[in-house]
C-alpha cells in the first residue's frame, strides 16, 4: 500500500476511534513521536496513547491535504473544534515505520473542555 492510502485508511480509523485497526497500520517496533510527548515505541505503547486519548476525548480528523513523496506521506489536519495540525508518516512495506504530530495541546485541552494536567504545565515551567 502507497503511503496516502496508508494515512487515509489511518484517519478512517482515527475518526472511528478503532484502536485495533489503527495498530494494525504500524510497524511492532513503529516510533509514534507527537511533538507534545516523549517518542513512544513500540506497539503497546501507541495502542496504550490511542486508548488514553479516545477515552478522554472525542476526536475527529478532517484531512486538509495529504503530500505523498517516496516513503513519506504529509499530513495538514483539522477538526470541528477549530484545532489544526500536521503528521509526517514515514511508511515501510505497507506500514507506519515512524510517525510525528505537530498540534497544539493546550488549545486542544481548552477545545475538548478538558482540564490541562499538572504535569503538562510543570514541564512547560522547566523549559523557560
Known amino acids: 500500500m502507497k503511503p496516502k492510502a496508508v494515512?487515509?485508511?489511518?484517519?478512517d480509523c482515527f475518526n472511528r476511534a478503532d484502536t485495533e485497526g489503527l495498530c494494525a497500520l504500524y510497524h511492532e517496533?513503529?516510533?509514534?513521536?507527537q511533538v507534545v510527548t516523549d517518542p513512544l515505541v513500540g506497539i503497546e505503547?501507541?495502542?496504550s496513547l490511542?486508548?488514553?486519548e479516545f477515552?478522554?476525548?472525542?476526536m475527529h480528523c478532517k484531512v486538509e491535504m495529504i503530500h505523498e513523496a517516496g516513503d513519506w506521506a504529509i499530513m495538514e489536519w483539522s477538526d470541528p473544534l477549530?484545532?489544526?495540525g500536521c503528521g509526517f508518516f514515514h511508511i515501510r512495506d505497507g506500514k507506519i515505520l515512524f510517525q510525528r504530530g505537530y498540534f497544539d495541546q493546550l488549545s486542544f485541552f481548552r477545545a475538548q473542555g478538558l482540564d490541562v494536567p499538572d504535569a503538562y504545565l510543570d514541564e512547560k515551567k522547566q523549559q523557560r
Open 29 to 33: 517496533d513503529a516510533v509514534n513521536h
Open 55 to 58: 477515552a478522554r476525548a472525542t
Open 45 to 47: 505503547a501507541i495502542r
Open 82 to 84: 477549530g484545532l489544526r
Open 50 to 52: 490511542f486508548e488514553v
Open 7 to 11: 494515512v487515509e485508511r489511518w484517519v
